[in-house]
């Protein structure tokens, strides 16, 4: 079984910048896919980032020049820089992964987020 652990939400003036780390433990295929999904009250989870451990990346229309997704191979860890953040990035973030070939994803638990001055 896998498991992942999401850290850095916090509460963040608009226009700051946050890190979200997630690191994932156990049987992990060589081949798979990271990412970042996101909810805020009253929505719908959606995707924010994904990348592939072959380095390819794909984001949301609304963080496309303001988050960057990256990860560590070695480490079972992706990690998302977010800049220039908004009121409306408020929401809980939480971490994906789906190994090549498997028909189920594994989720962390969330880590919050909140833009407010």
């Known amino acids: 079984q896998v498991q992942l652990v999401e850290s850095g939400g916090g509460l963040v003036q608009p226009g700051g910048s946050l890190r979200l780390s997630c690191a994932a433990s156990g049987s992990i295929s060589r081949l798979n896919t990271m990412g970042w999904y996101r909810q805020a009250p009253g929505k719908q989870r959606e995707l924010v980032a994904v990348i592939t451990t072959g380095g390819v990346t794909n984001y949301a229309d609304s963080v496309k020049g303001r988050f960057t997704i990256s990860g560590d191979n070695a480490k079972n860890t992706v990690f998302l820089r977010m800049n220039s953040l908004k009121p409306e990035d408020t929401a809980s973030y939480f971490c994906?992964?789906?190994?090549?070939?498997?028909?189920?994803?594994?989720w962390g638990q969330g880590t919050q987020v909140t833009v407010s001055s």
């Open positions: 994906n992964l789906n190994q090549m070939g498997s028909p189920y994803d594994y």
